[in-house]
């Protein structure tokens, strides 16, 4: 069974910038893709970036394009999201995902589509 394990989360203020990880462990499932998506309180889930483990192709939200970088260390099983110039609403919980497709993660998100995800970390911008 896939376990999904986030880390990084933390306060910063607007202009800031935060690195997230992703450690997979107890790895046997294999999905092609990985990604994170986040839920803000009272808001839905929204599909935040992903990258397919293969080819390192990779998929964002326009919300957060050219300011989120994702990357997969396959060596480590370990899935990274770079975040910089953060905003007031980029705080919510950040879950780290594995899917089918990288698009079915960023537009997607819900339990039925996804294979695994993990706890949450959660993520405060101050402005």
């Known amino acids: 069974q896939t376990r999904l394990v986030e880390s990084g989360g933390g306060s910063v203020q607007a202009g800031g910038s935060l690195r997230l990880s992703c450690a997979a462990s107890?790895?046997?499932?294999?999905?092609?893709?990985m990604g994170w998506f986040r839920q803000a309180p009272g808001k839905q889930r929204e599909g935040v970036a992903a990258?397919?483990?293969?080819?390192?192709?990779?998929y964002y939200a326009d919300s957060v394009k050219g300011r989120f970088t994702i990357s997969w260390d396959n060596a480590e099983n370990t899935l990274y999201l770079q975040m910089n110039n953060l905003n007031p609403d980029d705080t919510a919980m950040y879950y780290c995902?594995?899917?089918?497709?990288?698009?079915?993660?960023?537009?997607?998100?819900?339990?039925?589509?996804?294979?695994?995800w993990g706890q949450g970390t959660l993520v405060a911008i101050s402005a």
């Open positions: 995902a594995a899917g089918p497709t990288k698009e079915t993660i960023v537009l997607n998100p819900n339990e039925r589509a996804l294979e695994a």
């Open positions: 990258i397919h483990k293969g080819g390192g192709s990779t």
């Open positions: 107890d790895y046997t499932y294999v999905s092609y893709a």
